[in-house]
């Protein structure tokens, strides 16, 4: 579902006038994307999913206090899940080990393919996990929960600029641990296309 | 740089095939979260419905603006001042609310004696007072209206002064000195113009004088009549009269001391002491006025208490 900035500004208005679906509405667009920022630190899927209830809850509470003034409404409930994940990971005491997460999905995909796409999930996992935490941390609301660039910055309490930095020199530190820099002998084996099924899900 | 895209679209794609399989939710989950979220906002946001019905019902009335809420004090106030002062207007001497007015005064007053008296007096100043401020602003009405309660007043104070001489000294001493005031008055309108309001004003005042001076010579009467049932041993029913007249007429020492004590038959003459003289009556009074511009010396306020 795509819903565009305009759009999330009226359903988070109707919300903040007590429009319980447009808050569903709202929940639909951002829930998953939630999920997997928290998931990506914490380490159990039971607390990610009790962290993403916390934070739409929190958000819920907040909301009529919420004011646009050109700051997206991604970035500040991003904002609140990063403050959730802080709390807990201080409280527990708990670290997300990236490649201590369990796989969650299964696909149909015989048990050879499935061999191979776990083996590159594990060296994404331990690749991101030797990033910085700004950079891991832009990288997380980039690409795993689909923030736009402002609104990563406005989540981290960062210049957009900075976002950019960090997450360039991420994504260059992650293609030199996955060898796929283009000095690299794997990288020769990128420029084919890939198989429309070779990853992941099935 | 051909390379470099390559390289950042393999990790992009990497990292969304990461996200995909190992951070989603799986689907039950995201329903658990997504059912427990909506009962939440169903729940707070009828708490702020509530609450915000509660905030708008109960205390609209404070939070009117501060025009609003003096609105209805000063309009209640600018009734109640309209209400006073025509009231009080209406009161006045010729107003329709006058004799009502008199009638509250006249049920407030003591029922007898002395205390009767004094606020019989005290009447009768207020009407004095009444006529000479009308007389002033040149309203014979007014005028006529106190000067009819005054005299209503004096009768009754004379009638209620009756066989209390003390109390009859008193009432027949003010009326002879609210007589020279009405004389004063009189000469002083005479003085300012033969005009249809001063005859007016004249005339009232006039019949005022003359009902003044009746009284007073019914409480002499009265007086002289009720000092008589003391021993007399004289053919005169007057004989015992001296009290009275002599405090009415207040220049004279009286005459009917000699008359107690005397036994029957020992002063068979008629009492030689003749009745005190009165002031002269206001009607005798000369017109023209020594200072036709000055107000008269007699303030009506003073009495003759």
New interface residues.
Partial sequence: MTIDDAAIERLVSE?KD???WA??MI??HY??RI??FI??RVHR?SD??DL??HV??KA??AL?RYESRGIPFGGWLFRLARNAVIDHVRTRHDHAELDS?????HGDAGPDEIAV?RQ??NA??AA?ANLTADQREA?ELR??AGLSARETAEAMGKQEGTVRGLQFRG?AA??RQ?G???DSPE?AD??AP?PANA???G | MQ??E???R?????????????????PQ??S???A???R???L??EA??IAAHMTTAVPVHQRRPLARRLAMPLLAASVWLGIAVGSISAAQPGGPLYGGRLWVENAMIPASGAARADAELSRLDSRLAEAYSASIRADPTAVKAALDAYSDIAAAAAAASLGDPAAEATVAAALNHHTAVLSAVAASLAAKGNDTAATALEASIQRAIEHNQAVIDRVEEAGGAGSGNGPSNGPTTNSGGGIGAGAVGSSSPGGGGDAVGSGPGANPQPDKTPKPTQAPKPTQAPKPTPDPQGPPDHSPHVTGR
């Avoid at chain 1, 997460?101 to 999905?105: L, P, S, T």
Wanted: proline share 3%; aromatic share 12%.
């Fill in positions: 919300a007590g429009d319980a808050f569903g929940f639909d829930h998953e999920y997997r998931a990506s899927p990610a999913e993403t209830q739409f809850v819920l509470e009529p997460i369990v796989e969650w999905a796409v590159e999930l994404v996992g991101l990288i690409f795993f994504i992650l293609r996955l796929l820099d283009a990288f990128l420029r890939r990853t992941t899900d | 390379a470099m390559a390289g950042d393999e990790i992009e794609f990497r990292l969304d095939a990461f996200a995909r399989t190992r951070l989603t939710p799986d989950a995201a658990r979260i997504r427990r979220i909506m939440e906002a169903r707070q946001f702020s419905r």
